[in-house]
């Protein structure tokens, strides 16, 4: 049962010029979103190689050079995850050994206040000398990140991270896999999980929603990029470790799009779109929401008052 998830920052959250991944911060929101078997949070935490304070190791210096990491992580735009820091970051700094040493896992089990054992433990790094220790010698669960040396590795994009982590915490799936699995197909698709059907072997799943697509309307600048929803169903199919390996989505009939289309247009042409033409926004029965992703959506609101 994993109870704790650590994370390496440089060259795994982050890359070379401390800018993180594609999908880390979207990947981290989901992560931290999952409960354990017995119904509490997923604790996370990062857990870096950083300076060792010049003998004697005083709480000063271990301060000081705390500060500076934290300078580091500022800049990343990742620290808002990993508060409070004081609980949620543990350096080698603090434990006064190097990873993969058993003593700073140990530091920051004791730093979260987290009764867990290392077996109860995952932790997700690009180094695989790290990764071999952890699995062999500490006996935690790890996920290796693709470095530009990595020959072998467990996933290469932040988007596949989700699902991984779910099943090693539950490879019957349960509310993690099912969380995992929309953010897989809201990021990579624009897809809005509403149904999952499970096939045989659990290898394979049918899956209902939302499928958002731009319809090219000509109706004007304001409506060019602006999404609508259709509703689709598709087929995911997942490998042993729980990552993704195809998803295959229907998409809407040219029909479809055209209805879609002409729709857009009535309502741009009858003000009832929020902002879109001259009726008031109050009278006005569909929005344009940004998700945060950055798309633009034709959502309705409210039915037009007779």
């Not at 949620?88 to 530091?107: D, Q």
């Not at 699995?181 to 049918?206: N, V």
């Amino acid at each position: 049962m994993i109870r704790v998830a650590f994370f390496d920052l440089g060259l795994t959250l982050i890359d070379s010029q401390d800018r993180p991944f594609p999908h880390v911060k979207e990947a981290l929101t989901t992560i931290q979103s999952f409960i354990t078997v017995k119904g509490k949070p997923l604790l996370t935490g990062l857990v870096s190689d950083f300076d060792l304070p010049v003998p004697p190791a005083t709480p000063a210096k271990i301060a000081a050079i705390f500060r500076r990491y934290l300078a580091v992580l500022d800049a990343t735009g990742l620290r808002p995850f990993f508060e409070p820091v004081q609980r949620r970051v543990t350096l080698s700094t603090h434990a006064g050994v190097f990873k993969p040493n058993r003593k700073i896992f140990e530091t920051a089990l004791g730093r979260l206040r987290s009764k867990a054992s290392l077996k109860e433990c995952l932790f997700i790094t690009e180094n695989p000398g790290h990764i071999r220790v952890a699995r062999t010698t500490l006996r935690m669960s790890a996920l290796q990140f693709r470095s530009s040396a990595s020959t072998r590795f467990d996933f290469d994009d932040w988007l596949q991270a989700p699902t991984m982590v779910a099943h090693l915490m539950n490879a019957a799936g349960g509310p993690n896999g099912e969380a995992a699995l929309r953010h897989h197909l809201s990021h990579s698709h624009g897809f809005d999980l509403q149904t999952i059907e499970g096939h045989k072997h659990g290898t394979t799943m049918t899956v209902r929603g939302t499928l958002w697509k731009p319809v090219g309307t000509s109706a004007g600048h304001e409506l060019a990029d602006v999404e609508a929803p259709f509703s689709v169903e598709g087929e995911v199919t997942r490998g042993p470790a729980g990552q993704i390996r195809t998803v295959r989505l229907t998409e809407p009939s040219s029909a479809d799009v055209k209805e879609a289309a002409s729709m857009f247009r009535s309502l741009a042409r009858h003000g009832q779109i929020r902002g879109v033409g001259s009726r008031r926004a109050d009278e006005a029965t569909h929005d344009i929401e940004t998700d945060d992703q950055g798309r633009r959506k034709l959502v309705r609101k409210r039915f037009r008052a007779v």
